[in-house]
């Protein structure tokens, strides 16, 4: 008899499974891609279950719903990730209660999260969002913006530049959806290939995140596939 307990966990395997043989295809290390649990309009309740299963990382968009959450689940060891859109009033407590942003793409925001990041803390990990769909309605920084905010970042003392995030626009094409993940990669590249000592590529979601690993990949952010279809839009 299935329990209660069973559709959680049956999900984060189906979803770890997924991950393993879209890293075989690719030839890459089985442990070279981590699992961001994007937990946004999902209670503390199902990030206590999946947390049960082993699941550490958890993504959030909205800063006033990550902050009850936080706050309920305080007894478990979780690492916060901050992926929504940054705005300035909310710097001060991203900087407070993230260990990562993943979506940095304006210099005055990284400002005030370097300056808000507590002493006694690490520096906040960052990435930097790259707009790959070209369309001027979607966040993150256009390719030909990326060498000075990444420069400029990178003298921050409060911050710690990892890499690059991005969401494509949805594609149901695998070589589509690849050929948007490769920009990404290429846009990394150039950026090492300046002396950037970086290690992170945040992309592929629950839709294509096998496109997303087979172009290298090193976080995936996935949210309906763990937790089910989102039926509301919180705000905060
Ligand atoms: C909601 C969200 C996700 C998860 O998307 P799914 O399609 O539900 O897996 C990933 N990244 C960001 C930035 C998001 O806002």
Redesign the pocket.
């Known amino acids: 008899m299935p329990s209660a307990h069973d559709a959680p966990k049956q999900r984060l395997i189906r979803v770890q499974t997924r991950i393993a043989q879209a890293l075989a295809d690719a030839g890459r290390a089985a442990t070279t891609v981590c699992l961001?649990a994007?937990s946004?309009t999902f209670d503390a309740a199902s990030v206590r279950e999946l947390a049960a299963f082993g699941q550490r990382k958890f993504?959030e968009?909205y800063v006033q719903e990550a902050l009850d959450k936080q706050h309920a689940l305080r007894d478990l060891p979780l690492e916060w990730h901050f992926?929504?859109p940054v705005q300035s009033n909310k710097t001060r407590a991203i900087a407070e209660n993230f260990s990562w942003v993943?979506?940095i793409d304006r210099l005055k925001i990284a400002e005030r999260l370097s300056a808000q990041r507590p002493a006694g803390l690490p520096p906040l990990q960052v990435c930097i969002?790259l707009n790959v769909s070209g369309e001027a309605s979607k966040g993150g920084v256009i390719a030909a913006e990326l060498p000075a905010l990444a420069v400029a970042i990178s003298g921050l003392p409060g911050l710690q530049l990892r890499g690059l995030?991005a969401?494509p626009a949805p594609a149901t094409e695998v070589t589509a959806q690849r050929a948007a993940f490769r920009q990404v990669r290429v846009a990394f590249d150039a950026l090492v290939a300046r002396g950037h000592a970086l290690d992170t590529l945040?992309m592929g979601?629950?839709?294509?995140?096998e496109a997303a690993i087979l172009e290298g990949a090193t976080i995936v952010?996935?949210?309906?596939?763990?937790?089910g279809?989102?039926i509301k839009h919180a705000q905060g």
């Open positions: 961001l994007v946004k993504g968009n992926i929504g993943h979506s969002e995030m969401i945040s979601m629950s839709a294509d995140l952010r996935v949210g309906t596939a763990l937790f279809e989102r």
